[in-house]
């Protein structure tokens, strides 16, 4: 059977249970656009690349299916730049599809020519340029499993114009085998045992769970674990999702803005047993004062973590939820309760809280998890509105959380969004967002009603780049720069400029309930925004001098460690 290189593109693409594609046009990609007229594959037209991939992204975390995005040649493919980086950096499965130039035009600077491969080179897990059309099917099966296997990331396919309309005998591609590229799923028995001796050692060790917990589906094994073994928990931003965050011996996030009882257990405890976290500067701090005392257990599914950011002195190579197989079999009850307690009474002395009196971020975001029993979607751009919903959002379901962890990306949010809510259509799913972030993809607000998507964006409206202004107060002495915006739209009459949408402004605290209730049940796209101060600032802040050992808690007190 002969058929064109676009064809082969959407039959790969369909042989993966593919349903839904995020893409913009261009003049490069018109053989693909033209196939997909041929298919059951929705595609979904975003206002700006970027978007494409940050959906893609969001369908990928928040279902069994690798996310697409689809882009045209050189400005089409830059846009997607962001969106490759961000995946990348959270290790998120996804295919990105680009056109190219003509074969015959590669290199000659030709109209809408970039060169794709090589500007995403250190973002992408694997890429491949197109040469033969004939090639499509067996690429497209590699890079599925790239993308998805090992530790997951973006995987680019550029594929020239000319190619895309070349015929070529249709052969099955085989099930791929790549040289050098092994992934490795399960921990060596002997280590695993090993590890048990450890912890039943330690007198106190403490449990690190990481976003790589999340993308190993292991929330049962999880529960498991921390049945058996009576520790306290703490989670990284990523890994906030990968457990129910009501347990009771779950301390929260470490790092810059973690709690104050998760820095004192990072630096009072004598194990860690970390699974899937991989010690990034947010989550560590300044290397030197982190878990000084600590004997560091790593598993992690990925090689080149181990021991990349801080000395590992047990490294484990796995997958979590194949760690966790063997090792909860094999561990009796272990029971740390006087550790336990001595974190606890720290907790109660600094505990997480937020401003009674005046209406703020902290305070809609803990009556929104109440109100939606923490089961909801959470979408974050990046910015204080990000923090404050790690901080006061207590996820009770996996795999709820989707934020830029990694890269930081404001506009992340929205796009995001879109991809949950195609993913999952009879979830809840929100955007919390700040007026800077949204500001940088709100075009998407038509794409998600085109889609007749009811997702709630919750805006905390400052007028301000406020972390931003916050680095600005802690280190720069106060002196603000460039963080303002003075010309703001009113995001209400925006949002209702379109149509079918609700938008509600929340002024007072004695509306904060009412309006939740009112925005979660109309079945409409809904923007509700709170107007805050610019001086909020989110505490607790570890410092950037001292790291976890010293760490400015609310009302200018400073505990040291
Ligand atoms: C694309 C991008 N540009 C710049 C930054 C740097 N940055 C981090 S937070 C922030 C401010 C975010 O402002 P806003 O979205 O209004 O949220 P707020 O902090 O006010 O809650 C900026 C500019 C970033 N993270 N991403």
Known sequence: MKIT???????????????????????????????????????????????????????????????????????????????????FMDSVPLIAITGQVSTSMVGTDAFQEVDITGITLPIVKHSYLVKDASEIPQIFANAF??????????????????IQLTSFEYV??????????????????????????????????????????????????????????????????????????????????LGLHGTAASNYAINQCDLILSLGARFDDRATMLTDNFA????????????AELGKN???HYPVVSDIKNFLDEFNPIIEKLDYSNWINDIKKLDEKYPMKYNKENINPPMVIDRLCNLTKGEAYICT??????????????????????????????????????????????????NICGDGSLQMNFAEIATALEQNLPIKLFLFN????????????????????????????DFCKLVKSYPNTEAYRIDDISQIDDVINKALNNGKFTLVEVNTQTTEIVYPVASARLGVKKLDYFDGEEILY
């Open 381 to 430: 751009e990046v910015g204080q509105h990000q923090m404050f919903a790690a901080q006061f959002y207590k996820f009770s379901k996996p795999d709820r959380f989707v934020t830029s962890g990694g890269l930081g990306t404001m506009g992340y949010g929205l796009p995001a969004a879109i991809g949950v809510a195609k993913a999952n259509p009879d979830a809840t799913v929100i």
């Open 292 to 303: 000084k005392n600590a004997t560091i257990v790593h598993v992690d599914i990925d090689p």
């Open 310 to 312: 801080i000395t590992t």
């Open 462 to 489: 400052n007028s301000s780049l406020n972390l931003v202004r916050q680095l600005q107060y802690f280190g720069s002495n106060k002196r603000y720069s460039g963080i303002e915006f003075t010309c703001n739209p």
């Open 145 to 162: 499993h790239i993308a998805n296997t090992g530790r997951k990331g973006p995987v680019l396919i550029d594929i020239p114009k000319d």
């Open 5 to 87: 290189g676009a064809r082969a593109v959407i039959k790969a693409l369909e042989d993966n249970n593919i349903k839904y594609i995020y893409g913009y046009p261009g003049g490069a990609v018109t053989p693909l656009y033209d196939e997909l007229l041929n298919t059951d594959i929705e595609h979904i037209l975003v206002r700006e690349e970027q978007s494409a991939a940050h959906a893609a992204s969001g369908h990928s975390r928040t279902s069994d299916t690798v996310g697409v995005c689809l882009a045209t040649s050189g400005p089409g493919a830059t846009n997607l730049v962001t969106g490759i980086a961000t995946a």
């Open 172 to 253: 099955e591609p085989t099930k791929p085998k790549l040289m050098g590229y092994n992934p490795n799923y399960y921990p060596n028995i002997k280590q695993v045992a090993r590890i048990k001796k450890i912890l039943e050692k330690s007198k106190k060790p403490l449990l690190l769970i990481g976003g790589g917990a999340v993308y190993s589906k292991c929330f049962k094994e999880l529960e498991e674990l921390f049945e058996k073994v009576n520790a306290p928990i703490l989670t990284t931003l990523m890994g906030k999702s990968a457990i129910n965050n009501n347990l009771e011996n779950y301390f929260g996030m």
